[in-house]
């Protein structure tokens, strides 16, 4: 069974780029047809998706972040990582790492979550 | 953006209580829709996919219904590990968005 682990800074200043790894085990990011997604929960908020990239290559991004938002992929480590520029308070969030099988299921697996502080 | 319209956004049950949560789509999203159960520190888990299909290893207590705008998500006797905040997401086309949530508490 696929099983995720997102890693990363804790806390990172205003301003500067939030960067976020997704450790993969049990499966390969390299094989097989799968979308790889980012998805963050702001402390009292609700889940928003980030974006995802296709194991083709190809890469989708929430419109609300495209501007600041790269997702690229390790596949010599089997790790997927997050890019977030520009960063402010409202980017203080859970991050979490989630898998889709296309047209069969939609984040069927995940990772646990870090928290991303945004603070000077 | 099609916007998800969950309700109630928390809601206080007695253990063996039958639990209901809905979502409204701003639009069709056919049944692109699931459920998923969110647990502090612990990775969420997708209990609904297609609306209506119970995901493998998951209690049947839980089921959903619905399609095009209307969905409903129960709980058909709630039990003290079923004690998370409960979220709908449609994925009919980007960007994929969830509901507000629904927090679950036990009497």
């Known amino acids: 069974q696929v099983q995720l682990q997102e890693s990363g800074p804790g806390l990172v200043k205003p301003s500067q780029t939030l960067s976020l790894t997704c450790t993969v085990s049990?499966?390969?990011?390299?094989?097989?047809?799968?979308?790889w997604n980012w998805i963050r929960q702001p402390a009292g908020k609700g889940l928003e998706w980030i974006g995802r990239?296709?194991?083709?290559?190809?890469?989708d991004y929430n419109p609300s972040l495209k501007s600041r938002v790269t997702i690229s992929v390790d596949t010599s480590k089997n790790q997927f990582s997050l890019r977030l520029n520009s960063v402010t308070a409202a980017d203080t969030a859970v991050y979490y790492c989630a898998r889709t099988i296309p047209g069969s299921r939609e984040f069927d697996s995940w990772g646990q979550g870090t928290l991303v502080a945004v603070s000077s | 953006d099609i916007q998800m319209t969950q309700s109630p956004s928390s809601l206080s049950a007695s253990v063996g209580d039958r639990v209901t949560i809905t979502c409204q789509a701003s639009q069709d999203i056919s049944n692109y829709l699931n459920w998923f159960q969110l647990k502090p520190g612990k990775a969420p888990k997708l209990l609904i996919y297609r609306a209506s299909n119970l995901e493998t290893g998951v209690p049947s207590r839980f089921s959903g219904g619905g399609f095009g705008t209307d969905f409903i998500f129960t709980i058909t006797s709630l039990q003290p590990e079923d004690i998370a905040t409960y979220y709908c997401q449609r994925y009919d086309s980007l960007p994929l968005t969830f509901g507000g949530g629904t927090k679950v508490e036990i009497k």
């Open positions: 049990g499966g390969s990011l390299s094989s097989g047809s799968y979308y």
């Open positions: 990239f296709y194991t083709s290559g190809s890469t």
